[in-house]
């Protein structure tokens, strides 16, 4: 690659002056890649600048580069400033040549520019001072590279004497200043040919010395009478002293040792993603919809267990450990599992805390209405939920930074980056062939040569761990295995509706069919590499979504309207039952089993329990009757008829609560009964007994000693109790925690990149000069206002471009490049070039006024 510029055109000597070269697609492609720098809009291009070098918006652009793009950085920050692109090849590439590395260069080179990381031509490239100062190294921060300081660094706080004692035992001539003879040193050092002779004549303990220091890090101890091998190292200034009992080897050296690269493992080339096995498409798609109903039928399962109010909500916020474990129990799942289910209804918005004084979690009205949705567009809003939250249930049961336990629906499960790594994951699988799975270290590998883990200074990125990788990591993993839950891959592909959610593109097919594959056959799949799809649009998930709900949509199993009843007291539901069949089913009879087939088990408290939700005998007949491909065997009917002809003999109302019935003798046994003495029954009457406990204690102790008792109201009428379905107020779901400012869309960087240019045209535009007016560059004009009104009506008459100086009512001052168009009132209406609109100005905030100087152009 070799830029090529104007030969007329001056080399810019800052990057204000660079970014003033460019085009507005240029600057518009820089503010979209650092969304921080357009927060506020910079004034001019000199901000602009300014605020790209600023320590922190540096450091989270070093964090978004690929692999090869910061190691072309560290390149850069070890080496001249300015360097020209063949010094920073050779450094990449080494002195044998790498031709990917030098296929890969232009490109990585061409983003640190686009993202005003590095500026200037090929001849004279240079890194941001704040980059380099990131990324060079220090004794208290090594470089990733593992380089050390140059010779001329290490030796600075040497004496002149000892420089020349070292130059001498080298081979070199005396010179009569230390700058030449360190000078001399240098080249010696970067001479491949007498710095080979220079090793040949070194003892071989003294070359394992250098070769353990080479890679870094390249700082070692020594004592006050080194020993021989060193001694010789240090007489020739192969290592350098740096502090009492501290050498290092020098860049120099360490650069002729390494063969001239900068990097042990340059990896100009992303690792490809491999499969691990491969499936037939239509079983990846038919299992991810199994999976997709599951998922449905596990969220309408939790929510159904909270329906009359959930557990309790801690002081700290979330859910308690012991109302984690029960609710695992109740789905029949994993812990980890469980505050999945719960933490992907909290995204949806479905679940959410009451509010009242005794704060209690509960579904949300959009509950019910989510329920009355088609099975595919109930799934299509759980996975749009958790492709898009920051909250992240794989770490619940772990610790914060104040050693706390993370809870589920907690504070501090929000991590900024899960939605990228959500998309990005997805979007590595769908460059697979259809049907392939990946083999997840290979996901990994890509990831992190993608997003290189942080490590080392400010987060700059290098070869090491550390907590961050450690979270991005677990986040991948997490990312894979939630997805085949929900029912985005199936058999771990990616499924067609899983395609279609991240708006991938069509999948792009093998030649030939592959053959189905164990989860023990490798098959590597080399592909180019996929690049990261651009973000979408509200607009656009909100279609894409859509999109893939009408994939799912025939791939769901159709609900039933029939059971199979048995003779033990079981139903056996072949697969998902219509809405109001397992609604009355679900009141009728108790859970026994799940999977493939639900297995249902009636009982004497469950067909009391529909009773008592005012159903009658002959309705449970009749239901059972209509919805069973089976008889109704005889022994459910005889439990029916039984527990209905017991249902009501007692009744049970408030007096504090009083238990009446006509049958005096059944009254008598109760009392007589030592199981009820914790009830404080009397008798009031033949007919009638009186309790110390409320009716609901009183229902609950006559059942548990087998009666089958029933409520009634104050005027003696049968209560019909039927679950109350506890609501909280209307919720929105959780806004995701954003990883930095958003990126700006095309309408506000087109505005930013006007406003910014009209900007530097008022700061920088040449003007006349104004009697009284002394303002320097970026100063506001100042004019007498006799002058200000003078200036603006010629202006008007002559239709003169003007610079002015505003304040407006919050005190904010700014220049600005105005067209005058009237002038009355104390007002002056003008096109305002900055703001490329006509705009009217008191005039007693222009602080003052100037002619621009005639320009050529």
């Known amino acids: ?332 799942v994993t812990e980890p599992v469980a505050a999945f289910w719960v933490e992907l209804a909290h995204a949806a918005g479905l679940v959410a805390s009451d509010g009242e004084a005794e704060e209690r979690y509960a579904a949300t009205p959009a509950y019910d209405e989510w329920r009355e949705r088609p099975p595919a567009e109930r799934w299509a809003r759980l996975a749009a939920a958790w492709l898009a939250a920051t909250r992240t249930a794989g770490l619940v049961g772990g610790r914060d930074a104040k050693d706390r336990t993370l809870s589920a629906l907690g504070p501090g499960l929000d991590r900024s980056a899960a939605p990228e790594v959500r998309h990005r994951v997805l979007a590595l699988l769908a460059g697979l062939p259809e049907g392939a799975a990946p083999a997840a270290e290979s996901v990994l590998a890509r990831l992190h040569w993608e997003r290189p883990p942080r490590g080392g200074r400010g987060g700059t990125g290098g070869t090491g761990g550390g907590e961050s990788e450690d979270l991005r990591t677990r986040l991948a993993r997490w990312v894979l295995s939630e997805a085949e839950m929900l029912g985005i891959t199936g058999r771990g592909a990616l499924s067609t509706h899983g395609r279609a959610l991240i708006g991938a593109p069509a999948p792009r097919r093998p030649e030939a069919e592959p053959e189905p594959a164990g989860p023990g056959d490798k098959l590597p799949v080399h592909h180019r590499p996929t690049p990261p799809p651009a973000p979408l649009s509200p607009t656009g998930q909100v279609a894409a979504t859509a999109a893939a709900a009408r994939l799912l949509a025939p791939l769901l199993p159709r609900p039933l309207d029939h059971v199979l009843l048995q003779a033990d007291l079981t139903a056996v539901a072949p697969g998902p039952l219509e809405r109001p069949l397992a609604e009355l089913l679900g009141v009728l009879a108790d859970v026994e089993s799940k999977g493939g087939a639900t297995v249902y088990r009636f009982t004497p408290g469950s067909v009391r329990r529909a009773l008592d939700a005012g159903q009658t005998a002959a309705d449970l007949h009749s239901f059972l009757a209509a919805h069973s491909r089976t008889p109704v065997p005889q022994p459910l009917a005889y439990l029916i008829d039984d527990v209905a002809r017991r249902h009501g003999h007692l009744r049970v109302g408030a007096a504090s609560a009083y238990v009446r019935c006509d049958d005096d003798a059944v009254l008598s046994e109760i009392l007589a009964d030592k199981r009820a003495a914790g009830l404080g029954l009397r008798r009031l009457a033949p007919t009638v007994l009186a309790a110390r406990t409320d009716p609901t204690g009183l229902l609950e102790g006559l059942r548990a000693m087998g009666f089958a008792p029933a409520a009634e109201s104050s005027e003696g009428d049968v209560l019909i109790t039927r679950a109350d379905a506890h609501r909280t107020p209307p919720r929105t779901a959780p806004e995701p925690v954003p990883d930095g400012p958003p990126v700006p869309d095309d309408t506000l960087l087109t505005a930013a990149v006007r406003a910014v240019r009209a900007g530097d045209l008022a700061a920088t535009a040449p003007r006349k000069p104004v009697a009284g007016d002394e303002a320097g560059p970026g100063e506001l004009p100042r004019t007498t206002v006799a002058d200000t009104l003078a200036t603006l009506q010629a202006a008007v008459l002559t239709g003169a471009v003007l610079w002015i100086g505003y304040v407006n009512a919050e005190g904010a001052a700014s220049q600005r490049v105005i067209a005058p168009v009237r002038v009355e009132g104390g007002f002056v209406t003008a096109y305002d070039h900055t703001a490329d609109e006509v705009r009217t100005y008191p005039l007693h905030r222009i602080t003052g006024v100037a002619e621009l100087a005639d320009e050529e152009g």
């Open 1 to 332: 690659m070799s830029t090529e510029e104007k030969p007329a055109a001056a080399a810019p000597r800052s990057l204000a002056e660079a970014l003033r070269e460019r085009d507005d697609a240029s600057l518009a492609a820089l503010l979209r890649s650092r969304p921080d720098l357009v927060t506020p809009v910079p004034t001019d291009l000199t901000q602009l600048a300014t605020r790209a070098g600023t320590r922190a918006s540096v450091v989270r652009a070093l964090e978004r580069l690929d692999r090869f793009a910061l190691q072309t950085a560290q390149a850069l920050a070890v080496a001249g400033d300015p360097a020209p692109y063949e010094e920073l090849l050779g450094l990449l590439a080494g002195d044998d040549g790498d031709p990917a590395v030098s296929a890969a260069l232009p490109h990585a080179l061409g983003t640190l520019r686009e993202q005003a990381l590095v500026w200037g031509g090929d001849e004279r490239l240079r890194l941001v001072r704040t980059a380099r100062e990131l990324l060079s190294p220090s004794p208290q921060h090594p470089s990733p590279t593992g380089l050390g300081p140059t010779v001329r660094e290490a030796a600075s706080g040497m004496s002149p004497g000892r420089i020349q004692q070292i130059v001498a035992t080298a081979g070199l001539a005396s010179t009569h200043d230390t700058v030449s003879a360190l000078a001399a040193l240098t080249a010696l050092f970067d001479d491949p040919a007498r710095m080979a002779a220079l090793l040949d004549e070194a003892p071989g303990e003294s070359v394992e010395v250098l070769e353990r220091l080479v890679w870094g890090p390249p700082y070692g101890q020594v004592t006050a009478d080194p020993a021989p091998r060193l001694r010789w190292l240090l007489d020739r200034g192969l290592l350098l002293p740096t502090a009492p009992g501290t050498v290092v080897l020098p860049r120099e050296v360490a650069l002729r040792l390494r063969a001239g690269r900068a990097h042990r493992r340059p990896e100009p080339v992303p690792p490809a993603v491999e499969a691990a096995a491969a499936h037939p498409p239509q079983v990846v798609d038919a299992t991810a919809a199994g999976q997709a109903f599951t998922a449905l039928a596990t969220v309408e399962e939790l929510l159904k267990d909270w329906d009359e109010g959930g557990p309790a909500v801690l002081r700290a916020g979330g859910l308690s450990l012991r109302d984690l474990k029960r609710t695992a129990v109740a789905l029949d």
